[in-house]
């Protein structure tokens, strides 16, 4: 069965980095986007990244563009997310999920995706 897990959350000062992971399984990975989606308390899931089953579609949030770099390794089933420069709002918890449809783009609409993973907490705090 399709299966996403994600790892690498943790409490981290503002201004310091994270890499989370998410290991994929039950499918081909290859064939489909990723994206990483977040949620904070008291709040909506917010996309914050997708890349295209072949990497040549990247997108990234406002909110993070310049401090965090996605990318995968399809040989690997894993996609990862690089968060530097963190701050206290980028506290949430962080979801990968599956593309619903395979093809050559990515969107972060959370109706596009059909598998999530069960999410990892990042806290940013001093």
């Known amino acids: 069965q399709v299966q996403l897990v994600e790892s690498g959350g943790g409490l981290v000062q503002p201004g310091g980095s994270l890499r989370l992971s998410c290991a994929a399984s039950?499918?081909?990975?290859?064939?489909?986007?990723i994206a990483w989606f977040r949620q904070a308390p008291g709040k909506e899931r917010e996309g914050v990244s997708c890349?295209?089953?072949?990497?040549?579609?990247?997108y990234y949030a406002d909110s993070v563009e310049g401090r965090f770099t996605i990318s995968r390794d399809n040989a690997k089933n894993t996609v990862s997310l690089q968060m530097g420069s963190l701050k206290p709002e980028d506290t949430a918890i962080y979801y990968c999920?599956?593309?619903?449809?395979?093809?050559?783009?990515?969107?972060?609409?959370?109706?596009?995706?059909?598998?999530w993973g069960q999410g990892t907490q990042v806290t940013v705090s001093s």
């Open positions: 999920a599956k593309a619903a449809l395979s093809g050559p783009a990515c969107t972060v609409r959370v109706q596009g995706y059909n598998y």
């Open positions: 890349i295209s089953s072949s990497s040549r579609s990247i």
């Open positions: 039950g499918f081909t990975l290859g064939y489909y986007a």
